[in-house]
């Protein structure tokens, strides 16, 4: 315990002096906000174009518009900076070429790997924090006024989402130790988003973890909080194998 406390300090330490988290976590933040907030504002002005574009639930130009296009851009957006997250975290190594440092340390790699996982846990719930804090004050900015109560579910939804979009990333973060680089995680990142938006458009269903937040977020039902169910097995499975490839680790390999 002390040893993973130890690699937890460290690891957290880098991830408070690391630019990419935190350029990557202001990115998605005002992205969602600023994207969600100009649309909004777009169909509040009487913009015909952007409220045929945006479909029926957030053509309304009310909060639960803003909710719904903040929860399409988290689906996507987040994915992708939640995969460049955990492939920097447990890639940055590989990239800097600092890897065989840490077979003379007393730590293990596989507790190492773990606490790499901890830390991208928290940096994620801080994200998805952030980006609920300031979906608000751009509701305020537009002209929405105080959320409701029935508003204020719609943001609670909204950072479960981010959460939940945390999780379905963490196999970016396996396919960075196992590719030993940025570059794998990064391109899984992508696969991952791309693999998500065809299961969208061609709507095989929503149990695939892949797409299973963004339509629970959307569309809250009994149905579609069911199929969240499958969403744990996702960091689940890969998180274990994330540690697995850092305990085989070879210096020569």
């Known amino acids: 315990m002390n040893l993973f406390r130890a690699a937890l300090a460290v690891e957290a330490g880098k991830a408070r002096a690391a630019r990419v988290l935190w350029a990557t976590g202001i990115l998605l933040t005002m992205g969602v906000a600023a994207l969600a907030g100009g649309m909004v504002a777009a169909v509040r002005s009487g913009n015909a174009e952007v409220a045929a574009k945006m479909g029926p639930a957030a053509a309304t130009g009310d909060w639960s518009a803003l ?14 900076a939640f995969g460049v997250g955990v492939s920097w975290l447990t890639g940055r190594e590989f990239a800097d070429r600092t890897i065989s440092a840490l077979f003379g340390l007393p730590v293990g790699r596989g507790t190492i790997a773990t606490a790499k ?9 801080a994200v998805s924090a952030a980006v609920c804090l300031v979906l608000p004050v ?3 900015l537009v002209g929405l006024g105080l959320p409701t109560a029935a508003d204020a579910a719609g943001l609670a939804r909204q950072f479960a989402l981010g959460v939940l979009t945390a999780l379905i990333a963490v196999p970016a ?8 680089g940025l570059l794998p995680g990064i391109a899984t990142a992508v696969g991952l988003l791309v693999v998500a938006q065809v299961v ?7 149990w695939i973890p892949f797409v299973a937040p963004a339509f629970w977020a959307l569309a809250p039902s009994g149905a579609t909080a069911t199929a969240l169910v499958t969403v744990p097995l996702v960091p689940a499975v890969f998180g274990v194998a994330t540690v697995w490839v850092w305990r085989r680790l070879q210096m020569d390999r």
């Open 67 to 80: 909710l719904s296009v903040a929860a399409q851009i988290t689906a996507a957006g987040g994915l992708l």
């Open 117 to 125: 996982l901890a830390v991208y846990a928290v940096w994620a719930l």
């Open 138 to 140: 751009v509701g305020l």
């Open 173 to 180: 973060g396996w396919a960075a130790s196992l590719g030993r």
């Open 200 to 206: 969208a458009i061609a709507d095989v269903g929503g």
